[in-house]
């Protein structure tokens, strides 16, 4: 009985032992989890988010979006954003210098502003809006003829020109953006409302004319440059501005072929052709004596740069 005792006491001591020698089980244990960071907060105010939404937007769209709050107005109104969109919409390069904010070019050009409402409102009947071309270089050629590519005399004097090739060189003439409209207008020679007589008017004008307090009041005016009959039957009345500099290239060569862009023999209605450095416009005529055509410049003051061109085409 003793010695099984002291077998057992020896038994667990050994036991013991190699429990005490043996490794502890732990439990699992995993890494400290990081400290926690707060998510970032989505701001509907991103300047940078919006300006790029705001080159998807046309112009009404803006200002509605402008009229929102304080902060939306303040970036909406940013110059940047009006170039951009103003340059997109009129699709047009963007010029060296401009002397008003883009916002008010926007508006003058898309308002539906047009030369007859500041005056002589009396004798317009109607217009269409053919788009903007860009004026490279200061010389301009004004042209009738768009059958082929005219060419450009060394004549120095305008009528003897005009009556022998049926086309004139325009210097001076402010460069950038210009905004080119087909006018209809009641014959200028009469005063009378019920008078049928009526001439179409290639009308166009530097982008930022309507905004000089100039024009507003009246004191720049448009002068004859020249005129001439063409007592000859004519199978359509036609007019056209282009940049000489870019006279012979390849989208201004467009204009001159007809097939493309002017209507059919029996289509009364006007048409009209706009390049990046050209415009023209054609309106087929029934049976008649001829055509007598004018040609304007308005320029800012006396010695100062054509800013308004229009070419005026009257039956006889």
Same mark, same amino acid.
């Given at each position: ?10 038994? %667990?001591?050994?036991? /013991?032992?190699? #429990? ?75 010029? &060296? $210098? ?12 898309? @308002? ?7 005056? &002589? ?42 009556? %022998? ?8 003439? *402010? ?8 006018? #209809? ?17 290639? @009308?166009?004008? $530097? ?10 009041? /009246? ?10 009959? /063409? ?13 000489? *500099? ?12 007809? +097939? ?15 390049? &990046?450095?050209?415009?023209?416009? +054609? ?7 001829? #055509?007598?055509? *004018? ?8 010695? /100062? ?12």
């Amino acid at each position: 009985m003793g010695k099984r005792l002291q077998n057992a006491i020896h038994q %667990s001591e050994r036991l /013991g032992k190699r #429990l005490r020698s043996a490794r502890r089980i732990c439990s699992c244990s995993s890494p400290p989890p990081p400290p926690l960071i707060a998510h970032s907060t989505f701001s509907w105010y991103e300047k940078d988010v919006w300006t790029e939404i705001a080159k998807f937007l046309d112009g009404i769209s803006l200002v509605k979006l402008a009229m929102t709050s304080k902060w939306f107005h303040r970036l909406i109104m940013e110059d940047s954003i009006w170039k951009f969109v103003t340059l997109r919409d009129l699709l047009v390069p963007a010029p &060296q $210098h401009v002397a008003f904010k883009w916002f008010h070019l926007y508006a003058s050009a898309f @308002d539906g502003s047009h030369s007859f409402k500041f005056r &002589q409102q009396e004798k317009h009947i109607d217009w269409m809006r053919i788009g903007a071309f860009f004026m490279d270089s200061s010389v301009a050629l004004l042209t009738e003829r768009i059958s082929c590519s005219p060419k450009i005399s060394n004549e120095d004097d305008v009528k003897k020109m005009l009556k %022998s090739s049926g086309c004139c060189v325009l210097d001076n003439i *402010k460069t950038g953006i210009w905004i080119a409209d087909l006018q #209809l207008v009641r014959c200028p020679v009469c005063d009378l409302n019920t008078c049928d007589g009526t001439m179409q008017t290639l @009308d166009a004008r $530097h982008i930022e004319l309507f905004l000089y307090d100039e024009y507003k009041n /009246g004191s720049w005016e448009y002068q004859l440059i020249g005129s001439h009959d /063409g007592k000859e039957r004519v199978a359509g009345a036609s007019g056209a501005i282009f940049d000489v *500099k870019h006279l012979k290239d390849p989208s201004s060569c467009v204009v001159f072929n007809l +097939n493309s862009w002017v209507g059919k023999p029996n289509d009364w209605q006007p048409k009209a052709i706009i390049t &990046q450095h050209a415009v023209a416009v +054609n309106t087929n005529l029934q049976e008649n004596d001829g #055509l007598h055509i *004018k040609y304007h410049s308005m320029r800012a003051g006396t010695d /100062g740069e054509v800013v308004a061109i229009r070419v005026s085409q009257q039956l006889l």
